[in-house]
């Protein structure tokens, strides 16, 4: 099973920006999707940015226009570029593998917008 393994996260100021890293123990056979999800105390994780093996990407409408996903396949990693950063961002962020019919979970990040 893959290993993922996050970095980034940090405390920000309102209207500033972070970006997280994650990196994959090994390549991956398509297809599979990449992505970063986040939760908050007492909510559900919930998937706010992928990118299949193909290259598309796609984005929970609460970070669209603010949040763009990348990987590098060379050097199996993929990144969060977080712009904009609103202090309802705050959570913990998760690198997330869909592939081979199951999915599998960093341990997070911990992101903290705040004045």
Same mark, same amino acid.
């Given at each position: 099973q893959v290993q993922l393994v996050e970095s980034?996260?940090?405390?920000?100021?309102?209207?500033?920006?972070?970006?997280?890293?994650?990196?994959?123990?090994?390549?991956?056979?398509s297809p599979y999707v990449l992505g970063w999800s986040r939760q908050t105390p007492g909510k559900q994780r919930v998937l706010i940015a992928a990118?299949?093996? *193909? @290259? !598309?990407? $796609?984005?929970? /409408?609460?970070?669209k226009g603010r949040f763009t996903i990348s990987r590098d396949t060379a050097k199996n990693t993929v990144d969060l570029q977080m712009n904009s950063l609103e202090p309802e961002d705050?959570?913990?962020?998760?690198?997330?593998?869909?592939? *081979? @019919? !199951?999915? $599998?979970?960093? /341990?997070?990040t911990e992101v903290t917008v705040s004045s």
């Open positions: 980034g996260g940090g405390l920000v100021q309102p209207g500033g920006s972070l970006r997280l890293s994650c990196t994959l123990s090994e390549s991956l056979v990118i299949n093996n *193909g @290259g !598309s990407e $796609t984005y929970d /409408d609460a970070v705050t959570a913990l962020y998760y690198c997330t593998v869909f592939v *081979g @019919g !199951s999915v $599998t979970w960093g /341990d997070g």
